[in-house]
């Protein structure tokens, strides 16, 4: 079957809501892109699982991926999203307002996330999320370990990039940055990896 038909099943197998297609709206409007509904899915299922109280993101976009992270969350958990662009986080604040999430359950951080990386505590969170510029993974990967809590969750969007770490004859920067990554964390002593072949690819490992 072909491939196409089967991701369409999986996204429509559990239909978003009003507010995320409204924040899906926003996304396209401006040109980001954000996670398909079946990583959305698969995320608020290992924030629920982990039973997540403290929760990193890496590129807010429009707030997508935020609003299935926060249902799978402690309802007194909170989500410290973190972007450089303004304009995304203005429409992400309306995303998550709009779905009746306030700022006492979101910290919306304008900046580089390596710039406001340093500035987060040690061993204070249960999950992080990476879905920002590939080229940086590494080192948010370096930073998230020194995040989470034991049994925290580190997890990468787009890990696949749209099948071409598979494909040798690609050597543009982003993919040769996502094979790096993949290999670091297949290898890091104090990690337990997954490649998950949902959406553009989920990378996730639990801390040790």
């Keep these: 079957m072909d491939g196409d038909v089967i991701n369409d099943w999986l996204d429509s197998w559990l239909p978003e809501d009003a507010e995320l297609i409204a924040a899906r709206a926003r996304a396209a409007e401006v040109g980001v892109p954000c ?15 982990g039973g ?8 807010t976009g429009a707030g997508v991926s935020a609003l299935w992270l926060l ?3 402690r309802e007194d958990g909170v989500l410290t999203t973190v972007d450089p662009e303004t304009e995304h986080q203005r429409l992400a604040r309306q995303s998550l307002l709009e779905a009746g999430y306030g700022t006492g359950r979101v910290r919306l951080i304008a900046g580089r996330a390596l710039e406001v990386l340093p500035r987060l505590s040690d061993s204070a969170y249960d999950l992080v999320f990476c879905d920002a510029l590939a080229q940086e993974n590494s080192d948010y990967l370096t ?9 925290g969750l580190v997890v990468f969007a787009g890990a696949l990039g749209a099948g071409r770490v598979a494909d040798p004859s690609a050597r543009d920067a ?12 297949r290898e890091h002593e104090q990690l337990t990896p997954a490649l ?12 040790s």
Excluded: I, N
């Excluded at 997540?52 to 590129?59: D, F, Q, R, T, W």
């Excluded at 930073?143 to 049994?151: K, Q, S």
């Excluded at 982003?174 to 993949?182: G, H, I, K, P």
């Design 174 to 185: 982003d993919t040769v940055a996502l094979r790096e990554l993949a290999k670091a964390v």
């Design 52 to 59: 997540a109280k403290a929760v990193v993101e890496l590129g």
């Design 196 to 207: 998950l072949p949902v959406g553009a690819g989920l990378l996730a490992a639990v801390l």
């Design 35 to 49: 996670v398909d509904p079946t990583t959305g899915s698969l995320l608020r299922l290992l924030a629920a699982t």
């Design 71 to 73: 249902r799978g969350m």
């Design 143 to 151: 930073a998230a370990v020194r995040l989470l809590r034991p049994g």
